[in-house]
């Protein structure tokens, strides 16, 4: 076997550290314990069945579950916290007791605060510290990895938000004030993940900007996450060709784990996904795919 590889070829460039540590990109399994997620919309409401399908989704490969009681789909209501703590708090705890590194999706201090209580090791906030001004204090003081994606504003409005130049220098930028902002605030360096923020004040041509120079948010110097699966631009890329109308949500996991080949192949340290099993074997085949590798693959060059 070829011992000369190429760049990036399916493994991480950065790991977090108080994370797994894997010679490939990692899979986030999705748990969303919400009535109106657009992906899975309220499958995983019931807290016991939510866990239930944690469990199947740690079986079928996932390296991290990611627990969400708030549904950011575009146009979203934002449940009350009272709600979102009872929605999430019960499958954090049972979860994490099963040893399985749990992650709590939330833009709430509050909410992130009683999730670690409760076993979760890893704080996802889509809003990357702009939502609630506790959550990067508290962060720090946890001392837990956190995840920062870029975002312009909560659900209600964000589309209007989607007007850029040029997208990946203004997210990468965006990305840049915010881990200022997070070092300022305390958190490690070596604590922090970014994430371009698929799907959140972008339409179908920024993310698709974003997945094909992802080298250049890997490039940041910390590990990175992405977020695409089941999302719009998909179903729109997959529409069907007669009525024009999009492929549904859950018929989207095959598109999900092209992309997961693809940003694994650039470098992602952590793909967040609804199907593990088709990403979980994706990712395994590109990090080997890039040890046999020689060169670097036309597709994988960066811009
Ligand atoms: N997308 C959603 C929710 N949480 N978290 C991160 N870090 N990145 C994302 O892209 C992301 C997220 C919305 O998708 P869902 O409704 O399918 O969970």
Redesign the pocket.
């Known amino acids: 076997m070829s011992t000369t590889t190429w760049s990036g070829r399916g493994v991480p460039a950065q790991h977090p550290r108080g994370l797994p540590r894997l010679d490939r990109t990692l899979v986030m399994g ?1 748990v ?1 314990v919400t009535p109106d ?4 919309g309220g499958r995983w409401y019931d807290p016991r069945r939510a866990v239930a399908h944690g469990l199947a989704l740690v079986d079928e490969g996932a390296d991290i579950l ?1 627990v ?1 009681g708030e ?3 575009p146009g979203a209501v934002r449940p009350p916290v009272d709600e979102e703590l009872r929605r999430v708090l019960p499958v954090v705890r049972e979860l994490a007791a099963t040893g399985v590194a749990v992650s709590v ?1 939330t833009m709430r201090a509050e909410v992130a605060a009683r999730a670690i209580e409760a076993g979760a090791a890893l704080v ?1 906030d ?1 809003s990357g510290g702009l939502a609630d001004p506790a959550m990067l204090p508290l962060v720090a003081q946890a001392g837990t990895p956190y ?1 920062v ?1 870029h975002w312009r504003g909560h659900s209600d409005g964000m589309q209007t938000r989607a007007v850029y130049g040029d997208v990946v220098t203004e997210v990468a930028d965006a990305l840049r004030l915010r881990v200022d902002a997070a070092l300022h605030a305390g958190i490690p360096p070596d604590r922090l993940i970014l ?1 371009p ?4 004040a972008k339409d179908a041509d920024h993310n698709w900007q974003l997945l094909a120079r992802l080298r250049e948010i890997v490039a940041l110097g910390r590990p990175v ?7 719009s631009f998909l179903g729109r890329l997959l529409a069907d060709p007669v009525t024009g109308r999009p492929r549904p949500a859950g018929l989207r996991d095959a598109a999900t784990s092209a992309v997961s080949v693809l940003a694994a192949a650039q470098g992602a340290w952590c793909v ?1 996904v ?1 199907d593990v099993a088709s990403t979980s074997d994706a990712v395994r085949v590109t990090a080997c795919w890039g040890r046999y590798a020689a060169t670097e693959p036309a597709w994988a060059l960066t811009p």
Not at 225 to 231: D, E, H, P, Q, T
């Open positions: 999705v969303n997620s657009f992906s899975d990611d969400g549904s950011t789909r999706d996802n889509v995840v994606m994430d923020g698929l799907g959140f996450l992405v977020g695409a699966a089941r999302k967040r609804h």
